[in-house]
Protein backbone atom coordinates (compact mmCIF):
# COMPACT_ATOMS: atom_id res chain seq x y z
CA UNK A 1 0.00 0.00 0.00
CA UNK A 2 1.10 3.15 -0.78
CA UNK A 3 -0.84 6.70 -1.49
CA UNK A 4 -1.22 9.28 -4.54
CA UNK A 5 -0.05 12.30 -4.40
CA UNK A 6 -1.03 14.75 -7.59
CA UNK A 7 2.00 17.74 -7.63
CA UNK A 8 -0.04 21.05 -8.83
CA UNK A 9 0.81 24.30 -9.21
CA UNK A 10 0.82 27.61 -12.39
CA UNK A 11 2.77 26.36 -14.97
CA UNK A 12 6.91 26.81 -15.00
CA UNK A 13 6.76 26.64 -10.80
CA UNK A 14 8.98 23.77 -10.86
CA UNK A 15 6.65 20.68 -10.92
CA UNK A 16 8.47 18.55 -13.40
CA UNK A 17 11.90 19.66 -12.39
CA UNK A 18 10.47 18.03 -8.51
CA UNK A 19 8.96 14.80 -10.30
CA UNK A 20 12.23 14.45 -11.85
CA UNK A 21 14.06 14.32 -8.62
CA UNK A 22 11.38 12.61 -6.66
CA UNK A 23 11.51 9.52 -9.02
CA UNK A 24 15.22 9.64 -9.98
CA UNK A 25 13.87 8.65 -13.94
CA UNK A 26 14.02 11.90 -15.00
CA UNK A 27 10.85 10.52 -17.08
CA UNK A 28 8.81 14.31 -17.13
CA UNK A 29 9.54 16.87 -19.33
CA UNK A 30 11.17 19.80 -17.74
CA UNK A 31 10.92 22.59 -20.33
CA UNK A 32 10.17 26.50 -20.10
CA UNK A 33 7.18 27.18 -21.25
CA UNK A 34 3.47 26.37 -20.28
CA UNK A 35 1.62 22.87 -20.90
CA UNK A 36 5.13 21.22 -21.92
CA UNK A 37 3.69 18.25 -19.49
CA UNK A 38 0.40 16.57 -21.28
CA UNK A 39 -0.30 13.46 -19.67
CA UNK A 40 0.14 13.23 -15.79
CA UNK A 41 3.18 10.98 -15.45
CA UNK A 42 2.98 8.76 -12.30
CA UNK A 43 6.08 7.53 -10.56
CA UNK A 44 6.38 5.49 -7.38
CA UNK A 45 9.33 6.12 -5.45
CA UNK A 46 10.94 4.60 -1.76
CA UNK A 47 10.18 6.43 1.29
CA UNK A 48 13.83 6.52 2.81
CA UNK A 49 13.43 5.17 6.65
CA UNK A 50 16.80 5.34 8.98
CA UNK A 51 14.33 3.03 11.38
CA UNK A 52 14.41 0.25 8.46
CA UNK A 53 18.22 0.80 7.96
CA UNK A 54 18.70 0.16 11.43
CA UNK A 55 17.07 -2.77 11.62
CA UNK A 56 18.59 -4.17 8.05
CA UNK A 57 22.38 -3.92 10.07
CA UNK A 58 20.69 -5.57 12.58
CA UNK A 59 19.82 -9.02 10.98
CA UNK A 60 21.83 -8.39 8.20
CA UNK A 61 19.36 -8.06 5.78
CA UNK A 62 20.31 -8.63 1.90
CA UNK A 63 17.86 -6.28 0.60
CA UNK A 64 15.70 -2.98 1.84
CA UNK A 65 12.57 -2.40 0.71
CA UNK A 66 11.12 1.09 2.16
CA UNK A 67 7.20 2.08 2.01
CA UNK A 68 5.92 3.34 -1.43
CA UNK A 69 5.09 6.43 -2.30
CA UNK A 70 3.13 7.45 -5.58
CA UNK A 71 3.54 10.70 -7.29
CA UNK A 72 1.36 12.71 -10.33
CA UNK A 73 2.85 15.50 -11.85
CA UNK A 74 -0.35 16.96 -12.95
CA UNK A 75 0.15 19.99 -16.06
CA UNK A 76 -0.11 23.22 -14.99
CA UNK A 77 -3.63 24.91 -14.19
CA UNK A 78 -3.84 28.27 -15.21
CA UNK A 79 -6.94 30.93 -14.59
CA UNK A 80 -9.91 29.45 -16.27
CA UNK A 81 -8.69 26.09 -16.21
CA UNK A 82 -12.57 24.59 -14.54
CA UNK A 83 -13.97 26.33 -17.90
CA UNK A 84 -11.71 23.88 -19.41
CA UNK A 85 -8.82 26.81 -20.34
CA UNK A 86 -5.11 25.03 -21.33
CA UNK A 87 -6.60 21.64 -21.40
CA UNK A 88 -7.93 22.45 -17.74
CA UNK A 89 -10.92 20.17 -17.74
CA UNK A 90 -8.69 17.00 -18.29
CA UNK A 91 -5.96 18.03 -16.13
CA UNK A 92 -8.63 18.36 -13.02
CA UNK A 93 -10.21 14.97 -13.63
CA UNK A 94 -6.35 14.14 -12.92
CA UNK A 95 -6.45 15.47 -9.24
CA UNK A 96 -9.90 13.93 -8.58
CA UNK A 97 -8.06 9.98 -8.73
CA UNK A 98 -5.13 11.72 -5.96
CA UNK A 99 -5.20 11.03 -2.19
CA UNK A 100 -3.77 14.55 -1.63
CA UNK A 101 -2.73 17.67 -3.00
CA UNK A 102 1.56 18.73 -3.19
CA UNK A 103 0.79 22.77 -3.97
CA UNK A 104 3.41 23.56 -5.40
CA UNK A 105 4.14 27.60 -5.50
CA UNK A 106 7.08 29.80 -7.16
CA UNK A 107 9.11 31.43 -4.57
CA UNK A 108 12.22 32.95 -6.94
CA UNK A 109 13.13 35.29 -9.25
CA UNK A 110 14.24 33.97 -12.76
CA UNK A 111 13.80 36.66 -15.84
CA UNK A 112 15.12 33.40 -17.22
CA UNK A 113 11.58 31.42 -16.80
CA UNK A 114 8.96 32.36 -17.75
CA UNK A 115 5.65 33.44 -15.41
CA UNK A 116 2.40 32.80 -16.60
CA UNK A 117 1.48 36.65 -15.06
CA UNK A 118 4.43 38.03 -15.77
CA UNK A 119 5.72 38.39 -12.20
CA UNK A 120 5.82 36.31 -9.24
CA UNK A 121 3.51 36.56 -6.51
CA UNK A 122 3.05 33.18 -4.56
CA UNK A 123 -0.41 34.52 -2.51
CA UNK A 124 -2.20 34.89 -6.28
CA UNK A 125 -0.69 32.17 -7.53
CA UNK A 126 -2.09 30.02 -4.81
CA UNK A 127 -5.32 31.70 -4.91
CA UNK A 128 -5.50 30.91 -8.80
CA UNK A 129 -5.11 27.48 -8.09
CA UNK A 130 -7.61 26.78 -5.15
CA UNK A 131 -10.28 29.03 -7.42
CA UNK A 132 -10.34 26.68 -9.78
CA UNK A 133 -10.14 23.98 -7.95
CA UNK A 134 -13.18 25.31 -5.95
CA UNK A 135 -15.31 26.05 -9.07
CA UNK A 136 -14.47 22.70 -10.76
CA UNK A 137 -16.15 21.10 -7.38
CA UNK A 138 -18.78 23.96 -7.65
CA UNK A 139 -19.96 22.98 -11.14
CA UNK A 140 -20.00 19.18 -10.09
CA UNK A 141 -22.26 20.08 -7.07
CA UNK A 142 -24.83 22.04 -9.08
CA UNK A 143 -25.07 19.38 -11.76
CA UNK A 144 -25.39 16.41 -9.27
CA UNK A 145 -28.51 18.56 -7.45
CA UNK A 146 -29.88 19.18 -10.49
CA UNK A 147 -30.21 15.71 -11.05
CA UNK A 148 -31.54 14.93 -7.39
CA UNK A 149 -34.14 17.17 -7.20
CA UNK A 150 -35.96 15.91 -10.10
CA UNK A 151 -35.73 12.14 -8.18
CA UNK A 152 -36.22 13.46 -4.96
CA UNK A 153 -39.88 13.93 -4.11
CA UNK A 154 -40.43 10.06 -5.01
CA UNK A 155 -36.58 8.90 -4.00
CA UNK A 156 -35.91 8.66 -0.33
CA UNK A 157 -32.10 7.98 -1.15
CA UNK A 158 -31.76 10.83 -3.75
CA UNK A 159 -33.91 13.36 -0.78
CA UNK A 160 -31.25 11.99 1.50
CA UNK A 161 -28.18 12.69 -1.25
CA UNK A 162 -30.05 16.05 -1.77
CA UNK A 163 -29.84 16.97 2.05
CA UNK A 164 -26.12 16.47 2.03
CA UNK A 165 -25.08 17.94 -1.09
CA UNK A 166 -27.16 21.08 -0.76
CA UNK A 167 -25.20 22.77 2.06
CA UNK A 168 -21.62 21.68 0.48
CA UNK A 169 -23.16 23.64 -2.48
CA UNK A 170 -23.81 26.82 -0.49
CA UNK A 171 -20.33 26.24 1.10
CA UNK A 172 -18.57 26.36 -2.38
CA UNK A 173 -20.55 29.85 -3.20
CA UNK A 174 -18.97 31.20 -0.43
CA UNK A 175 -15.57 30.43 -1.61
CA UNK A 176 -14.84 28.13 1.34
CA UNK A 177 -13.87 24.00 1.54
CA UNK A 178 -16.40 22.09 2.91
CA UNK A 179 -14.01 19.61 4.61
CA UNK A 180 -15.41 20.56 8.13
CA UNK A 181 -18.84 19.90 7.22
CA UNK A 182 -17.36 16.51 5.76
CA UNK A 183 -15.61 15.65 9.43
CA UNK A 184 -18.69 16.89 11.54
CA UNK A 185 -21.15 14.44 8.95
CA UNK A 186 -22.01 10.74 10.00
CA UNK A 187 -20.53 7.77 8.32
CA UNK A 188 -23.44 7.48 5.84
CA UNK A 189 -23.24 11.24 4.90
CA UNK A 190 -19.50 10.64 4.32
CA UNK A 191 -19.83 7.41 2.02
CA UNK A 192 -22.27 9.50 -0.42
CA UNK A 193 -19.62 12.70 -0.04
CA UNK A 194 -16.50 10.51 -0.78
CA UNK A 195 -18.18 9.21 -4.17
CA UNK A 196 -18.18 13.35 -5.27
CA UNK A 197 -14.07 12.72 -5.25
CA UNK A 198 -14.31 17.04 -4.51
CA UNK A 199 -10.80 18.51 -4.98
CA UNK A 200 -11.14 21.25 -2.57
CA UNK A 201 -11.71 18.47 0.52
CA UNK A 202 -8.29 16.90 -0.27
CA UNK A 203 -5.49 17.64 2.36
CA UNK A 204 -2.96 19.89 0.66
CA UNK A 205 1.02 20.14 1.34
CA UNK A 206 2.58 23.53 0.20
CA UNK A 207 5.60 23.76 -1.10
CA UNK A 208 7.55 26.84 -1.83
CA UNK A 209 10.01 26.33 -4.29
CA UNK A 210 13.25 28.57 -3.64
CA UNK A 211 16.71 28.93 -5.56
CA UNK A 212 19.58 27.52 -4.06
CA UNK A 213 20.60 30.31 -1.84
CA UNK A 214 17.40 30.60 0.12
CA UNK A 215 16.42 26.63 0.67
CA UNK A 216 17.54 27.14 4.73
CA UNK A 217 16.62 30.80 5.09
CA UNK A 218 13.75 30.78 2.89
CA UNK A 219 12.45 34.61 1.53
CA UNK A 220 10.15 36.79 1.86
CA UNK A 221 7.60 35.09 -0.47
CA UNK A 222 8.46 31.90 1.76
CA UNK A 223 7.44 33.58 4.56
CA UNK A 224 3.73 34.62 2.51
CA UNK A 225 3.32 30.72 1.71
CA UNK A 226 4.62 29.78 5.32
CA UNK A 227 2.06 32.55 6.76
CA UNK A 228 -0.95 31.23 4.80
CA UNK A 229 -0.70 27.44 5.55
CA UNK A 230 -0.17 27.87 9.12
CA UNK A 231 -3.40 29.95 9.04
CA UNK A 232 -5.15 27.21 7.67
CA UNK A 233 -3.78 24.49 9.32
CA UNK A 234 -1.78 23.07 6.80
CA UNK A 235 1.79 21.75 6.26
CA UNK A 236 4.27 23.50 4.32
CA UNK A 237 7.99 23.04 3.40
CA UNK A 238 10.23 24.58 1.55
CA UNK A 239 12.63 23.29 -1.00
CA UNK A 240 15.06 23.82 -3.93
CA UNK A 241 13.85 21.87 -6.98
CA UNK A 242 17.05 22.21 -8.78
CA UNK A 243 19.26 20.48 -5.85
CA UNK A 244 16.58 17.68 -5.34
CA UNK A 245 16.91 16.92 -9.22
CA UNK A 246 20.93 17.01 -8.88
CA UNK A 247 20.69 14.75 -5.32
CA UNK A 248 18.97 12.27 -7.85
CA UNK A 249 21.24 11.79 -9.60
CA UNK A 250 23.99 10.81 -6.53
CA UNK A 251 24.93 7.87 -4.82
CA UNK A 252 23.95 7.31 -0.99
CA UNK A 253 27.29 8.29 0.15
CA UNK A 254 28.13 11.53 -2.40
CA UNK A 255 23.87 12.89 -1.84
CA UNK A 256 25.15 12.73 1.84
CA UNK A 257 27.94 14.83 1.68
CA UNK A 258 25.90 17.03 -0.59
CA UNK A 259 23.28 17.44 1.91
CA UNK A 260 26.12 18.35 4.65
CA UNK A 261 27.81 20.73 2.33
CA UNK A 262 24.21 22.92 1.80
CA UNK A 263 23.35 22.49 5.68
CA UNK A 264 20.32 19.97 4.97
CA UNK A 265 20.05 16.97 6.80
CA UNK A 266 17.76 14.98 4.58
CA UNK A 267 16.09 15.37 1.04
CA UNK A 268 12.66 17.02 0.04
CA UNK A 269 11.24 13.33 -0.57
CA UNK A 270 11.74 12.61 3.43
CA UNK A 271 9.89 15.77 3.76
CA UNK A 272 7.52 15.92 2.07
CA UNK A 273 7.02 11.88 2.23
CA UNK A 274 6.62 12.28 6.13
CA UNK A 275 4.37 15.83 5.85
CA UNK A 276 2.90 12.90 3.30
CA UNK A 277 2.12 10.30 5.57
CA UNK A 278 0.70 12.68 8.47
CA UNK A 279 -1.45 13.87 5.88
CA UNK A 280 -3.19 10.59 5.00
CA UNK A 281 -3.20 9.21 8.87
CA UNK A 282 -0.69 6.76 7.49
CA UNK A 283 2.13 4.45 9.45
CA UNK A 284 4.35 1.74 8.53
CA UNK A 285 5.46 -1.31 10.56
CA UNK A 286 7.97 -4.18 9.53
CA UNK A 287 8.79 -7.15 8.54
CA UNK A 288 12.49 -8.19 9.39
CA UNK A 289 14.50 -10.85 8.70
CA UNK A 290 17.85 -12.11 6.49
CA UNK A 291 16.71 -12.11 3.24
CA UNK A 292 14.79 -8.86 3.47
CA UNK A 293 13.56 -6.03 5.36
CA UNK A 294 9.95 -4.58 4.72
CA UNK A 295 8.92 -1.64 5.71
CA UNK A 296 4.68 -1.48 5.14
CA UNK A 297 1.88 1.08 5.03
CA UNK A 298 -1.21 0.90 6.45
CA UNK A 299 -3.25 3.84 8.33
CA UNK A 300 -3.02 4.63 11.70
CA UNK A 301 -5.56 2.56 13.97
CA UNK A 302 -5.85 -0.46 12.33
CA UNK A 303 -5.93 -3.86 13.48
CA UNK A 304 -3.41 -6.63 13.84
CA UNK A 305 -5.57 -8.83 10.89
CA UNK A 306 -5.76 -5.05 8.89
CA UNK A 307 -1.73 -4.78 8.63
CA UNK A 308 -1.50 -8.67 8.07
CA UNK A 309 -3.62 -8.26 4.78
CA UNK A 310 -1.35 -5.56 3.66
CA UNK A 311 1.03 -8.29 3.16
CA UNK A 312 -1.29 -10.76 1.59
CA UNK A 313 -5.01 -11.13 2.14
CA UNK A 314 -4.51 -14.73 3.12
CA UNK A 315 -2.79 -13.44 5.86
CA UNK A 316 -5.66 -11.44 7.00
CA UNK A 317 -8.40 -14.74 6.75
CA UNK A 318 -6.28 -16.82 8.07
CA UNK A 319 -4.88 -14.43 11.31
CA UNK A 320 -4.20 -16.34 14.55
CA UNK A 321 -2.04 -13.63 16.17
CA UNK A 322 0.73 -10.90 15.91
CA UNK A 323 4.46 -11.81 17.10
CA UNK A 324 5.37 -8.14 17.86
CA UNK A 325 8.46 -6.36 19.20
CA UNK A 326 8.44 -2.27 19.40
CA UNK A 327 11.04 -0.67 17.05
CA UNK A 328 12.53 0.67 20.93
CA UNK A 329 12.78 -2.59 22.36
CA UNK A 330 14.19 -4.29 19.11
CA UNK A 331 16.88 -1.84 19.28
CA UNK A 332 17.66 -1.76 22.69
CA UNK A 333 18.32 -5.85 22.93
CA UNK A 334 19.84 -5.65 19.61
CA UNK A 335 17.53 -7.90 17.38
CA UNK A 336 14.55 -10.02 17.72
CA UNK A 337 16.44 -13.01 20.59
CA UNK A 338 17.60 -10.16 22.70
CA UNK A 339 14.10 -8.71 22.53
CA UNK A 340 12.26 -12.11 23.32
CA UNK A 341 15.05 -13.07 26.28
CA UNK A 342 14.44 -9.56 28.04
CA UNK A 343 10.85 -10.27 27.74
CA UNK A 344 9.68 -7.78 24.96
CA UNK A 345 8.14 -9.84 22.65
CA UNK A 346 4.21 -10.06 23.04
CA UNK A 347 1.58 -11.95 20.66
CA UNK A 348 -1.27 -9.85 20.51
CA UNK A 349 -4.87 -11.03 19.21
CA UNK A 350 -7.53 -9.26 16.56
CA UNK A 351 -7.96 -6.57 18.56
CA UNK A 352 -4.60 -5.23 18.92
CA UNK A 353 -4.18 -1.58 17.49
CA UNK A 354 -0.81 -1.72 15.45
CA UNK A 355 1.52 1.09 16.56
CA UNK A 356 4.04 2.80 13.95
CA UNK A 357 7.55 1.06 14.40
CA UNK A 358 6.62 -1.99 15.13
CA UNK A 359 8.33 -5.47 13.81
CA UNK A 360 5.93 -7.69 13.71
CA UNK A 361 5.69 -11.88 12.45
CA UNK A 362 2.15 -13.21 12.02
CA UNK A 363 0.70 -16.48 12.27
CA UNK A 364 -2.00 -17.51 10.35
CA UNK A 365 -3.37 -20.38 8.94
CA UNK A 366 -4.90 -21.09 5.79
Not at 63 to 76: C, P, R, S, Y
Not at 139 to 157: F, W
Not at 223 to 240: E, T
Not at 253 to 259: H, N, Q, V
Request: proline content about 3%; hydrophobic content about 40%.
Amino acid sequence: MGFHCGIVGLPNVGKSTLFNALTSTFSAQAANYPFCTIEPNVGRVPLEDTRLIKLSALEKSQKIIFAQMEFVDIAGLVKGASQGQGLGNQFLSHIKQTDAIIHMVRCFDDGDIVHVDGSVDPLRDIDVIETELLLSDLASIEKKITSLQKKAKNDKAAAQELSVFEPILKLLEDGLSPLSFYQSCDEASQKIIDQMQLISMKKVCYVANVMEDHVISGNAYTQKVIDLANSRGAPSVIICAKIEEELAQLDATDKRDYLNSLGLTETGLNRIGTIGYDLLNLMSFFTIGPKEAHAWTIQKGSKAPQAAGAIHTDFEKGFICAQTISYDDYIAYQGEEGAKSAGKMRLEGRDYTVQDGDIIHFRFNV
